[in-house]
C-alpha cells in the first residue's frame, strides 16, 4: 500500500543550525503539506503546496521557513535558524485531489 | 476562523464496552471531515473519512457520523479491546479555506483496560 514516507525519524540540533526535513509524498498526489504537533498540544498547519508554488501557509510559517519540491518525488521542509520553540513533530501529509489526506509517520525535532 | 474541539479529553473503559467520541466544529462549510488514530510518539493513521453530503461511514468495528448543519461528528467504536488504546483526532477540511489544509481537534485519549 502507497504511504508517505519521512526521513528522518528524529533529529537533534543546536539551536541556530539550519535543518532540512524531507518527505516522498505518495507518487500520484498533487496536494502536499506540512504540519507540526508540539508535545501535548493540537496538530497545526504550516504550508500546502500545489502546482510548484505555496498556496496557503500559516502565521508560524514565517521567513525562517521554507518548503522545496526539489525533483519529481520529494518535498522537503527548510528551518533556516532553528529556536528551541521549534521543537516538534513535524508530519509531511499528502493528497490526491481534495479527498483523504495520507500522514507520514513525522520526524521528532529537538532543538538544544 | 473554523475551530475543532473533541470531548472528551480522555475515556478510559473495561474491554468490551461500546464507546463514543465526540467532535465539534463552529464553521459548518466544510468539505470532508476525517478521524485519525494517533498512538504516543507516531503518526497518523486514517480512520475514516466524511464527505460533507454523507452522514456516515463504517470500518469494521468504527462507524463516524457526520451532522454538518449543526457541527458535529461521532466516532463510535464497538466492542473495545485493550488494542484500541491511543488517541483520536478529528480534523475538518474546508470552511473559509480552499487550499485543503486540515484544522484539528485536540483529540480524545482513550485507555481500554482489559
Known amino acids: 500500500e502507497p504511504e508517505v514516507t519521512q526521513t528522518p525519524s528524529h533529529q537533534v540540533t543546536q539551536m541556530g543550525q539550519e535543518v532540512i526535513l524531507r518527505c516522498v509524498p505518495i507518487s500520484n498526489h498533487l496536494y502536499f503539506y506540512w504540519y507540526r504537533q508540539i508535545l501535548g498540544q493540537k496538530v497545526e498547519f504550516l504550508v500546502s503546496?500545489?502546482?510548484?508554488?505555496?498556496?496557503?501557509k500559516s502565521e508560524i510559517f514565517d521567513d525562517q521557513f521554507s518548503v522545496e519540491r526539489p525533483d519529481g518525488s520529494n518535498f522537503t521542509l527548510k528551518i533556516r535558524s532553528t529556536k528551541l520553540e521549534d521543537s516538534a513533530m513535524y508530519f509531511c501529509?499528502?493528497?490526491?485531489?481534495?479527498?483523504?489526506?495520507?500522514f507520514g509517520q513525522g520526524t521528532r525535532l529537538t532543538v538544544v | 476562523k473554523q475551530e475543532v474541539t473533541q470531548i472528551p479529553a480522555a475515556l478510559s473503559v473495561p474491554e468490551g464496552e461500546n464507546l463514543v467520541l465526540n467532535c465539534s466544529f463552529t464553521?459548518?462549510?466544510?468539505?470532508?471531515l476525517q478521524w485519525f488514530r494517533q498512538d504516543p510518539g507516531k503518526g497518523l493513521t486514517s480512520l475514516l473519512l466524511?464527505?460533507?453530503?454523507?452522514r456516515e461511514q463504517t470500518s469494521g468495528r468504527l462507524n463516524a457520523s457526520l451532522d454538518k448543519s449543526s457541527g458535529r461528528s461521532t466516532l463510535y467504536i464497538a466492542a473495545s479491546q485493550p488494542g484500541d488504546s491511543a488517541t483520536y483526532l478529528c480534523a475538518v477540511k474546508g470552511g473559509s479555506s480552499n487550499t485543503g489544509k486540515l484544522i484539528f481537534g485536540q483529540g480524545t485519549t482513550l485507555q481500554v483496560k482489559p
Open positions: 501529509a499528502s493528497t490526491r485531489d481534495y479527498t483523504e489526506a495520507f
Open positions: 503546496f500545489y502546482n510548484n508554488e505555496i498556496s496557503e
Open positions: 464553521d459548518s462549510a466544510i468539505y470532508n
Open positions: 466524511i464527505q460533507s453530503s454523507q
